[in-house]
């Protein structure tokens, strides 16, 4: 939980600041932004490098040295504001960042019962999204009455998590883990389907991470204290809901989850492609946030599937193909946007009509031999 309220001080504050900084201080425009966004997946579209590292280092040792690497990297945000500068500064904040996401994963669903596991995912959220939210109010003072620059207010940011980190550290001893985990790439056929909705996920968020908050800045002209009051905003709806969320997954089941999230998801990203309304534009933004709480949902029904000794390795092996398409999407939707940003939008819902097919093979009850629905008695994946 601590180390889960580590990440946003910085993240959420490099978020909040990120389209502002780069089109008032480093002249971008939407294929520049795409370029960024892409090379800052290419750390997670890396997190298969989890397994050479976890050949020397625990896993929670690098949860720790991953978390320092993030709040370095966001400290420094602010000295480099050109392109070249920003993607140096970006790597190593995305190498932290996407190292420690791969290792709260799979050390969460190592720790925690299989029970308690949704609702344990939405307290995390719940606790990053707390943090987040006194990180956007952070930000909103230090414009709106501090008066502060970029630069300094990504340094403050940068220390907070370096601090959390470095507390982690020396106030917590090592636990133990349940199964030894495999050290080696492990991919199963049995896996096909927590593959591919994997995938497809690291390309809706692609859509929103990069795009939606584009949009307001460019098209609607949202000033830094909007975004921030946006951002908080979101935050505060995940607070209580995140958990809730949560429970709802472990009592209604992985299968209508995700289907629920698809649905809206292809809604929400065609409402997107022909909005004209400021402040519509904004509830959509909110609205789309409130739907990555649903995502818990992949991880759980992993969780249910896999072999105990595979977690760590697939949990890497996960984060490399959820970055597939982020690594590609921001840049080559990036040079679309230039020509229609619609066109932007009616291509993520298009993703979202495949994520919702791809759902409706979540079996109702997964386990190991249950991987995918089953149609007529005959298995749709192998369990091999």
């Known amino acids: 939980m601590l180390m889960a309220a580590g990440v946003p001080l910085s993240f ?26 892409s090379l800052r997946e290419v750390p997670g579209f890396l997190a298969l490098g989890v397994v050479v590292v976890l050949l020397w280092m625990r896993e929670q040792t690098l949860a720790l040295v991953s ?3 993030l709040g370095l990297g966001t400290a420094l945000t602010g000295f480099f504001p050109s392109l070249v500068g920003l993607s140096c500064t970006t790597l190593l904040m995305s190498l932290g960042f996407h190292y420690y996401e791969t290792m709260q994963t799979s ?11 949704p609702e344990t995912f939405g307290k995390l959220i719940a606790v990053g999204s707390f943090m987040a939210l006194v990180s956007y109010g952070l930000v909103w003072l230090a414009f709106q009455w501090l008066q502060l620059d970029f630069a300094i207010t990504y340094v403050i940011a940068g220390c907070l998590t370096l601090i959390v980190a470095v507390t982690a550290a020396i106030g917590f001893p090592h636990y133990a883990q349940k199964a030894v985990q495999h050290k080696k790439l492990i991919l199963r056929r049995r896996y096909w389907l927590y593959y591919a909705l994997t995938f497809m996920s690291g390309a809706r968020r692609q859509i929103f991470i ?21 951002f908080l905003l ?3 709806f995940n607070i209580p809901l995140a958990p809730r969320i949560g429970r709802l997954i472990a009592r209604v089941g992985e299968r209508k989850a995700l289907i629920f999230e698809y649905l809206g998801l292809v809604v929400v990203f065609s409402a997107y492609a022909f909005v004209n309304n400021a402040a519509f534009a904004g509830l959509l933004y909110v609205i789309d946030h409130l739907f990555f709480a649903l995502a818990i949902a992949i991880n759980t029904y992993f969780q249910k599937i896999a072999d105990s000794a595979d977690i760590a390795s697939t949990a890497a092996v996960g ?13 080559l939707f990036g040079f679309l946007w230039l020509v229609s940003p619609a066109a932007v939008f009616l291509c993520g819902a298009a993703l979202a009509v495949i994520s919702l097919l791809l759902s409706l093979n979540v079996p109702s009850s997964p386990a190991p031999g249950n991987e995918v629905a089953r149609r007529s008695g005959i298995p749709l994946g192998a369990n091999s």
């Open 12 to 37: 959420a504050t490099w978020q909040a600041l990120l389209n502002n900084f780069a089109i008032e201080a480093a002249n971008f425009d939407g294929a520049s932004m795409g370029i960024l966004q």
């Open 67 to 69: 978390l320092a690497l």
């Open 107 to 117: 050390l969460t669903m190592q720790w925690v019962e299989k029970e308690r596991a």
């Open 210 to 230: 990069v795009f939606a908050g584009f949009l307001l800045v460019e098209k609607f002209a949202y000033s830094v204290q909007e975004i921030a009051l946006l």
């Open 234 to 236: 979101n935050s505060a």
């Open 319 to 331: 984060f490399t193909i959820n970055h597939i398409a982020a690594v590609v999407i921001p840049v």
